[in-house]
């Protein structure tokens, strides 16, 4: 369930921002952005950042921009643009029309380097990238000045026009802000602003040979944007003190930059460049399998833009990382799902079972409740005859002592149908168990018996010849280790995928009332758990995911940690 603002914990952003608004800082207004990189889909991690900059916005009555930082022509497509805006729209926020690029700045960027150069703030560095990392120095380790650092800034102001002519090559120069080599902060050491691509972008075509860095692009765009909070992730914590300094040197509008610890999952990667290797590399079917921890991979798998908000807000902000089990996401996702999916049958390896005592033709229609968590779902129909399926799993020949579901002379309930007890078992040439023969209690209709006799076990069948044929994907975890970037020497994060993360059963079962079912529609499977109809699924056969079973470990360890 989505905590009410009223009753959601305070925290440190919430309170910058409360405070700032008591004080009237901004003028009383409450600005942020989301400023994803067109160059992969988004992932869980980045919907824990669009819920808080975006999420906040909306509490505070704010607005929120998204902006494209597309700086980096050679990695960034338009594709990831329109796949990152369903995305965003999918979770349930609408930017307007305050959708902006970093590259519709590029000439006021370009200004304001020029500006830093005029200021002696800026200088077109000629040594090669090596030596640049070279002079930089390291961690403890001081930097040391360019030979070129103390050109004069005419021949900066030339060398810089000429860049932007494309008179040179990639690497050849670049320009630099002239901050301070031995500063702690390695940000601070004269880190380059531009430098030379001769890339095609996506939006500015061949209109420019140079790019700014994302550094010098990030907090001026900002400013443009008259942001309040720049809401950003921990790993910028450290460049703020250059953010501040383009600012303070350009004399511009300043937001305010807070940081927030970015999401870890266990059992899966969420960084775009392992993503995309997964991609790349064939490990999974595209950005959108089910079994990746990206948006649309979620959203085909059944996950809703709900059960990820109320994720997001469990999880909180915080100001450390720490890593979050992606057990409490499962969790997520059935209790939103328990609320809303319409409960069906649907039968993954059946068994067939023949009623031997019941009539060749009678086709009955069995009454079941949709959702027992909201009565206003109603009932539907379902057919019950003579032949049946049920699931493998639910039979035994030898049974163990506590089994409770069927086997020889045993009876059980079908649900919502009749008590059945197994008469008779039919096994192939191999010896495997191939059909059943039951018989039925025509007295139990409905599934209780009037003489108070009591059976133990409650099985979920569909009609043999009513169901139709269905594909269902069963994924397990990606990775077989929690924290799958945590690899032996000389090995790569591939080696601990799960082989098995995915099966796909193509015989089963499930009842009519699914006919047609749409893609991206998500229901339970009575006693297996949330399935989701993929876009693969056609008339003839029926395609589903399956979302999460229904053993809930996160249920379990918090019961476990209240002392039950
Ligand atoms: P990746 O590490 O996957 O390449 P990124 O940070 O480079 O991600 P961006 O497109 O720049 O990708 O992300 C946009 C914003 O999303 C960033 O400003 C960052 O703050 C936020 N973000 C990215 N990953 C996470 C995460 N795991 N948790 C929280 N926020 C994240
Ligand atoms: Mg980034």
């Not at 160059?39 to 900059?53: E, F, Q």
């Not at 940081?259 to 960084?271: G, H, I």
């Not at 595209?286 to 798998?301: A, E, H, I, Q």
């Not at 699931?391 to 049974?399: K, L, N, S, T, V």
Request: hydrophobic share 35%; net charge negative.
């Amino acid at each position: 369930m989505t905590t009410t603002d009223s009753e959601r914990p305070s925290d440190f952003i919430r309170d910058a921002i409360k405070e700032d608004l008591r004080t009237n800082r901004f003028g009383g207004r409450m600005h942020t952005r989301f400023p994803p990189e067109p160059n992969g889909y988004l992932h869980i991690g980045h919907a824990k950042a669009i819920c808080i900059t975006f999420g906040m916005a909306e509490e505070f009555g704010g607005l929120y921009n998204l902006r494209f930082d597309d700086t980096n022509p050679v990695k960034e497509e338009a594709e990831y643009v329109e796949a990152i805006k369903e995305d965003i729209r999918w979770l349930g926020f609408d930017w307007g029309d305050r959708e902006f690029y970093a590259s519709d700045y590029f000439e006021q960027l370009y200004q304001w380097a020029v500006q830093l150069i005029k200021d002696g703030k800026a200088y077109v560095d000629s040594l090669s990238p090596e030596e640049i990392k070279e002079y930089r120095g390291a961690f403890g380790k001081p930097g040391r000045n360019s030979p070129y650092r103390d050109r004069s800034v005419e021949e900066n102001l030339d060398l810089f026009q000429r860049m932007r002519a494309g008179e040179f090559e990639e690497g050849e120069h670049v320009l630099r802000a002239k901050i301070d080599m031995q500063s702690g902060n390695m940000n601070l050491r004269d880190p380059v602003v531009y430098r030379i691509l001769h890339a095609t972008h996506h939006r500015t075509g061949d209109e420019w040979c140079i790019y700014p860095m994302y550094d010098w692009a990030h907090g001026q765009c900002d400013s443009i944007e008259g942001i309040t909070h720049s809401l950003c992730s921990l790993e910028y914590e450290d460049h703020r003190p250059l953010y501040d300094w383009f600012l303070d040197q350009l004399g511009i509008y300043h937001p305010q930059q807070i940081e927030f610890a970015r999401l870890d999952l266990n059992y899966t990667v969420l960084s775009k460049r392992y993503l995309l290797r997964l991609v790349n590399e064939g490990h999974v079917n595209g950005w959108d399998d089910p079994r990746m921890p990206t948006l649309s991979g979620l959203r085909r798998r059944g996950y809703t833009p709900e059960a990820i908000r109320s994720f997001c807000d469990r999880i909180g902000v915080a100001k450390t990382d720490s890593v979050v089990d992606i057990a409490l996401l499962e969790h997520c996702v059935r209790e939103d799902l328990n609320q809303r999916a319409p409960r069906v049958f649907g039968v993954l390896r059946p068994l067939k079972v023949v009623l031997v005592n019941y009539p060749e033709d009678l086709v009955e229609e069995m009454e079941c409740v949709v959702n027992p968590e909201d009565a206003s779902m109603g009932t539907r129909k379902v057919p019950f005859s003579r032949v049946l399926y049920i699931e493998q799993d639910d039979f035994r020949e030898d049974p163990l002592q506590k089994w409770f579901r069927l086997a020889p002379g045993r009876e059980v309930r079908l649900r919502y149908a009749y008590y059945i007890k197994c008469v008779d078992v039919v096994k192939d040439e191999q010896d495997q168990v191939i059909e059943l023969h039951c018989t039925y209690d025509p007295e139990t209709r409905g599934g209780w018996a009037p003489d108070g006799r009591k059976v133990k076990g409650t099985l979920h069948w569909v009609s043999a010849n009513h169901s139709l044929d269905a594909e269902v994907r069963l994924y397990d975890r990606l990775f077989l280790v929690e924290n799958p970037l945590d690899v032996a020497e000389g090995e790569d994060f591939t080696a601990n995928l799960n082989p098995n993360s995915l099966e796909v059963l193509t015989s089963c079962r499930v009842e009519p009332s699914l006919v047609g079912a749409a893609p991206g529609s998500i229901y339970q499977f009575e006693r297996q758990g949330y399935f989701c109809v993929d876009p693969d699924s056609t008339d003839e056969k029926l395609v589903f995911n399956r979302t999460v079973s229904l053993r809930d470990t996160w249920a379990k360890i918090e019961e476990m940690q209240k002392g039950n």
